[in-house]
Antibody, heavy 116, light 112 residues
């Protein structure tokens, strides 16, 4: 069955960077886009960006342009989301999700806490 | 950006009774091929979101048939025919007609 397994929780200081991984299994990794969505505690869902794992092309929400980078390693079916210049407002659960027009399957989420 | 607006934000329901959530988009979600890219997601407490409905009314694999979606253009509805205890959570509509993908604020379904 399709599974997306994300890396563990992170605690970072303001100004630092964080890199979250998302390992896919149960399907051909190159077939479906990977999206990254975040959710602050008690808040709604916020789309950050996407990648086509086959071609490697990406797109990012304007809000995160210049701070977010999505990459992949197709040999291990893993996508990565790196967010730099962290601030306290970036404290949230970060999710990866497969799909282009539909977000079919989701990772379990990775809590990133930004605190001095 | 396309703005997605859900109503109500909270829906207290009695077990076994129906529930309905509305979602309105600030622009049409119909693409050049005539497909409408509106999905519904469910997020149970402490869990990641889960796809329920895509393209307005298509149930995703494994989704019970008590969930149904309808609508056209910019106005959409998710209905639960008879609410079960496991339906408690927050429901989001999402548009994927254009980037950035955007979500509604979420509607919390709780038991009275």
């Amino acid at each position: 069955q399709v599974q997306l397994v994300q890396s563990g929780a992170e605690v970072k200081k303001p100004g630092a960077s964080v890199k979250v991984s998302c390992k896919a299994s149960g399907y051909s990794f190159a077939t479906y886009d990977i999206n990254w969505v975040r959710q602050a505690t008690g808040q709604g869902l916020e789309w950050m960006g996407w990648m086509n794992p086959n071609a490697g092309n990406t797109g990012y929400a304007q809000k995160f342009q210049g701070r977010v980078t999505i990459t992949r390693n197709t040999s291990i079916s893993t996508a990565y989301m790196e967010l730099s210049s962290l601030r306290s407002e970036d404290t949230a659960v970060y999710y990866c999700a497969t799909g282009t027009r539909t977000f079919d399957f989701w990772g379990q989420g990775t809590l990133v806490t930004v605190s001095s | 950006d396309i703005v997605m607006t859900q109503t109500p934000l909270t829906s207290p329901v009695t077990l076994g009774q129906p529930a309905s959530i509305s979602c309105r988009s600030s622009q049409s979600l119909v693409d050049s091929e005539g497909k409408t890219h509106l999905s519904w997601l469910q997020q149970r407490p402490g869990q990641p979101p889960r796809l329920l409905i895509y393209r307005i009314s298509k149930r995703f694999s494994g989704v019970p048939d008590r969930f149904s979606g309808s609508g056209v253009g910019t106005d959409f509805t998710l209905k639960i025919s008879r609410v079960e205890p496991e339906d408690v959570g927050v429901y989001y509509c999402m548009q994927a007609k254009q980037f950035p993908r955007t979500f509604g604020q979420g509607t919390k379904v709780e038991i009275k």
